[in-house]
């Protein structure tokens, strides 16, 4: 029988700074819940508004997969590695930090907001070398299908990270069915609705809830409006 947990839209961590809105689905910065920790090798899920001219400026991370999913405007970033680049809705971003690097990210449009989700995953191997990679979607591709945007695999569909982890991106019709299979035992799924509504083994979700399953070969998953949303697959053991 698959374990499930629940995490409303309203159950998330909060913080706004002015020049960031934050909803936390994992323990992070100031809002720590004992409950909410981590979901496997997801450490950090986060749900940022940044407002116009805003960023974060320049910080460190290490041994930790950074993944970054723009969902409206442009966010410009710079790291130690030499890179400066601009991601916006349709993009993809991965940061392997490994033994260490600092980055800025900045909105640096004066009339719009940025909004991102910031994701982390703890990797599969400490201490490689950092290194960056950015995509650009075809929305297209997850019309009523699930669109692989993450793998473990430099060769498939997506991105890659330093993690057994398998992300993907769907935008379905109301009514539209689909069968999720696990790809690798021991492993448990993370779905998080942008928008609209979806039901998951028969779990109901609304905008922006969050459901983890595991222990589970496979699940269903049906759209009970337009909805879209995304599948993050990650080992349960660290």
Known sequence: ????????????????????????????????????????????????????????????????????????????????????????????QVMSAGTGVHHSEYNKNRDHLVKFLQIWVYPNQRNVQPRYD???????????????????NADDAGVWIHQDAWFHLADFDAGKTAEYQIHKAGNGVYAFVLKGDVSINGQALSTRDGLGIWDADSFSIEASSDAEFLLMEVPMEL
């Open 1 to 92: 029988m698959a374990n499930t947990v629940l995490h409303k839209a309203e159950t998330r961590g909060h913080a706004n700074h002015g020049w960031l809105n934050s909803y936390h689905t994992f323990s992070f910065a100031n809002y720590y819940n004992p409950d909410r920790v981590h979901f496997g090798a997801l450490r950090v899920l986060n749900d940022d508004t940044v407002a116009a001219g805003m960023g974060f400026g320049t910080h460190p991370h290490d041994n930790m997969e950074i993944i970054s999913i723009p969902l409206e405007g442009d966010l410009e970033h710079k790291d130690s590695m030499g890179n400066t680049t601009v991601i916006r809705n349709g993009d993809i």
């Open 134 to 152: 950015q995509i650009t979607l075809n929305a297209a591709d997850r019309k009523n299908t699930l669109q692989q945007i993450i793998s473990p």
